[in-house]
C-alpha cells in the first residue's frame, strides 16, 4: 500500500504556530523599551523655612524655689502670774499693735500697788522728819550747841531717808508695771492663732507655753536658695561685660504658685547672705512682698522669678529648631550661604517664652531650619523660605473669625 505524502513540513508547521506568540508578545517589548529608554523627572528640592537669627538685648531671668515666711513673729507669754480672767479677742482675725489679747485677775496686783503707794509715803514722812532735823543742828553744831556727831548723824539720817523714798518710789513703779502688765497686749500687728489656754486657766510669769501666736503677713518675706556657682557665674559675667544690671533701684521678684497661677504684686530683692551652706552648697535669698490681702501665708512653696540682669547680645534661637542627638547635644540645622543645609552642634541655656538663648554654635546672621526639618538632612540643598520673627510667631495662633464665616 503506497505511503501517504504529507502536505505541509514540520518546520514549517512549527513557524506558523509560534507566529501569534510573537504578535502577542510585540507590543509587551514595545512597552518594555519605552520605559527603559523614558529616565524619570528629579525630584524637586524639598522645600524649608528659615529664620535668621540676630543678636537682641534680652532680659536674663532666674526661677528659683521659694517659700514665704512671716516678717515678724511674736509668742505671747504671760510676764505676771495670775488667774486667766478675760479673753479680749477672736481666734484668726487681725490685732493692731498695743491691742488688748488677755486680761489676768488685776485684784492681787492693785493691792500690792497701793502697799508700794503706802510705803512710799512713809518714806517720805520720814525724809521731812530728817531735813527738818538737820536744818535745825547746822546753825547750833557752830555754836557748840550741838555736838557734831549729832550733826553728822543727823546728815546720815537724812541721806537714809532719802534712800528709802528713792527705793519706795520704785518699788511703786515696779507694782504698777505688773498691774499694767496684767492686761495682755500684741506687741505687733498681724493675725492671731488659736489660743493655747483657756479662761480660768492659771498663768505664770514667763511660762514655756505661749498662749498663743501673732504674725505679721503684710509684708511677708520669701527665701529662695541659689546656688553658689550660678551666683559667681552672673557676678562674673556682669564683671566681663556680658550681664548688665536691669535695675538700680533693686531686682524685681516675680512669684508663681504650685498650680501656675501668678501672684499680682511684684516683691524687690532685700539681700543675699553672705554664707554658703556647707550642707547645699546655696546662698539664700531674701525678697519682700506687699501682702495687703493676706493671700501669701508663712510656709507657703512658690516659685520666684527674678531679673539677674540683661544679655546686651543675645541670640535667640526657636525651640522647634532645636533637636538632640544620640549623644544628648542639642542640635539645630543652618542653611549656610550656598544654600546647603548644614548641622550645627549648639550650647543652650535658659528658655525665654518660646526660644531657647544660645551660648555657643550659633552666629548673627546665621539662618536656621524652623519648618521643613524633616524633609531635609546634611547636605541637602532645599527650596529656602526665608521667614521673619514675627511671622514665625504668628504660624500656629488660631485666627480671628470674620462675620462672613460665622454666618456660614
Not at 488660631?398 to 464665616?405: E, L
Given at each position: 500500500?503506497?505511503?501517504?505524502?504529507?502536505?505541509l513540513?514540520?518546520?514549517?508547521?512549527?513557524?506558523?504556530?509560534?507566529?501569534?506568540?510573537?504578535?502577542?508578545?510585540?507590543?509587551?517589548?514595545?512597552?518594555?523599551?519605552?520605559?527603559?529608554?523614558?529616565?524619570?523627572?528629579?525630584?524637586?528640592?524639598?522645600?524649608?523655612?528659615?529664620?535668621?537669627?540676630?543678636?537682641?538685648?534680652?532680659?536674663i531671668?532666674?526661677?528659683?524655689?521659694?517659700?514665704t515666711?512671716a516678717?515678724?513673729?511674736?509668742?505671747?507669754?504671760?510676764?505676771v502670774?495670775?488667774?486667766?480672767?478675760?479673753?479680749?479677742?477672736?481666734?484668726?482675725?487681725?490685732?493692731?499693735?498695743?491691742?488688748?489679747?488677755?486680761?489676768?485677775?488685776?485684784?492681787?496686783?492693785?493691792?500690792?500697788?497701793?502697799?508700794?503707794?503706802?510705803?512710799?509715803?512713809?518714806?517720805?514722812?520720814?525724809?521731812?522728819?530728817?531735813?527738818?532735823?538737820?536744818?535745825?543742828?547746822?546753825?547750833?553744831?557752830?555754836?557748840?550747841?550741838?555736838?557734831?556727831?549729832?550733826?553728822?548723824?543727823?546728815?546720815?539720817?537724812?541721806?537714809?531717808?532719802?534712800?528709802?523714798?528713792?527705793?519706795?518710789?520704785?518699788?511703786?513703779?515696779?507694782?504698777?508695771?505688773?498691774?499694767?502688765?496684767?492686761?495682755?497686749?500684741?506687741?505687733?500687728?498681724?493675725?492671731?492663732?488659736?489660743?493655747?489656754?483657756?479662761v480660768?486657766?492659771?498663768?505664770?510669769?514667763?511660762?514655756?507655753?505661749?498662749l498663743?501666736?501673732?504674725?505679721?503677713?503684710?509684708?511677708?518675706?520669701?527665701?529662695?536658695?541659689?546656688?553658689?556657682?550660678?551666683l559667681?557665674?552672673?557676678?562674673?559675667?556682669?564683671?566681663?561685660?556680658?550681664?548688665?544690671?536691669?535695675?538700680?533701684?533693686?531686682?524685681?521678684?516675680?512669684?508663681?504658685?504650685?498650680?501656675?497661677?501668678?501672684?499680682?504684686?511684684?516683691?524687690?530683692?532685700?539681700?543675699?547672705?553672705?554664707?554658703?551652706?556647707?550642707?547645699?552648697?546655696?546662698?539664700?535669698?531674701?525678697?519682700?512682698?506687699?501682702?495687703?490681702?493676706?493671700?501669701?501665708?508663712?510656709?507657703?512653696?512658690?516659685?520666684?522669678?527674678?531679673?539677674?540682669?540683661?544679655?546686651?547680645?543675645?541670640?535667640?534661637?526657636?525651640?522647634?529648631?532645636?533637636?538632640?542627638?544620640?549623644?544628648?547635644?542639642?542640635?539645630?540645622?543652618?542653611?549656610?550661604?550656598?544654600?546647603?543645609?548644614?548641622q550645627?552642634?549648639?550650647?543652650?541655656?535658659?528658655?525665654?517664652?518660646?526660644?531657647?538663648?544660645?551660648?555657643?554654635?550659633?552666629?548673627?546672621g546665621?539662618?536656621?531650619?524652623?519648618?521643613?526639618?524633616?524633609?531635609?538632612?546634611?547636605?541637602?540643598?532645599?527650596?529656602?523660605?526665608e521667614m521673619?520673627?514675627?511671622?514665625?510667631?504668628?504660624?500656629?495662633?488660631?485666627?480671628?473669625?470674620?462675620?462672613?464665616?460665622?454666618?456660614?
Amino acid at each position: 500500500m503506497p505511503k501517504l505524502k504529507p502536505t505541509l513540513s514540520t518546520a514549517r508547521l512549527r513557524s506558523w504556530l509560534a507566529l501569534p506568540v510573537l504578535l502577542l508578545g510585540a507590543p509587551f517589548l514595545a512597552a518594555c523599551d519605552d520605559q527603559v529608554q523614558a529616565k524619570p523627572a528629579p525630584p524637586p528640592p524639598p522645600p524649608v523655612s528659615v529664620v535668621r537669627v540676630q543678636p537682641t538685648p534680652v532680659a536674663i531671668q532666674t526661677v528659683l524655689p521659694g517659700r514665704t515666711a512671716a516678717n515678724q513673729v511674736a509668742e505671747i507669754r504671760p510676764q505676771v502670774s495670775g488667774l486667766l480672767q478675760e479673753k479680749l479677742f477672736r481666734e484668726g482675725e487681725a490685732v493692731e499693735a498695743g491691742q488688748p489679747l488677755f486680761q489676768i485677775d488685776p485684784a492681787p496686783y492693785r493691792a500690792a500697788l497701793a502697799s508700794a503707794e503706802a510705803n512710799q509715803a512713809r518714806a517720805e514722812a520720814t525724809l521731812q522728819n530728817a531735813r527738818a532735823t538737820t536744818s535745825r543742828y547746822r546753825p547750833l553744831v557752830g555754836q557748840n550747841a550741838v555736838s557734831r556727831m549729832e550733826y553728822d548723824k543727823s546728815v546720815a539720817t537724812q541721806a537714809q531717808a532719802e534712800a528709802d523714798v528713792a527705793a519706795a518710789k520704785a518699788a511703786v513703779q515696779s507694782a504698777q508695771i505688773d498691774l499694767e502688765r496684767t492686761r495682755i497686749t500684741s506687741p505687733i500687728a498681724g493675725r492671731t492663732s488659736r489660743t493655747n489656754l483657756t479662761v480660768g486657766a492659771l498663768v505664770t510669769a514667763n511660762q514655756a507655753t505661749a498662749l498663743l501666736t501673732v504674725t505679721q503677713l503684710d509684708p511677708i518675706l520669701v527665701d529662695m536658695p541659689q546656688p553658689a556657682e550660678a551666683l559667681l557665674r552672673l557676678r562674673r559675667e556682669m564683671d566681663e561685660g556680658r550681664l548688665r544690671r536691669s535695675a538700680e533701684g533693686g531686682v524685681e521678684v516675680r512669684l508663681t504658685f504650685g498650680d501656675g497661677t501668678e501672684y499680682p504684686l511684684p516683691g524687690r530683692l532685700q539681700f543675699a547672705e553672705a554664707t554658703v551652706d556647707r550642707d547645699t552648697g546655696s546662698v539664700t535669698l531674701r525678697a519682700v512682698f506687699p501682702n495687703p490681702d493676706g493671700v501669701l501665708l508663712p510656709g507657703l512653696f512658690v516659685r520666684a522669678r527674678l531679673e539677674a540682669g540683661v544679655a546686651q547680645n543675645a541670640l535667640l534661637v526657636p525651640q522647634q529648631a532645636v533637636t538632640r542627638n544620640s549623644r544628648g547635644e542639642a542640635t539645630t540645622l543652618v542653611v549656610d550661604e550656598e544654600g546647603t543645609v548644614r548641622q550645627r552642634i549648639i550650647e543652650t541655656g535658659q528658655s525665654i517664652g518660646n526660644k531657647w538663648l544660645v551660648s555657643a554654635g550659633l552666629a548673627a546672621g546665621d539662618r536656621v531650619v524652623v519648618e521643613g526639618s524633616q524633609r531635609v538632612r546634611d547636605g541637602v540643598k532645599p527650596e529656602v523660605r526665608e521667614m521673619t520673627a514675627e511671622e514665625l510667631d504668628q504660624v500656629g495662633k488660631p485666627r480671628p473669625v470674620t462675620t462672613a464665616q460665622a454666618r456660614g
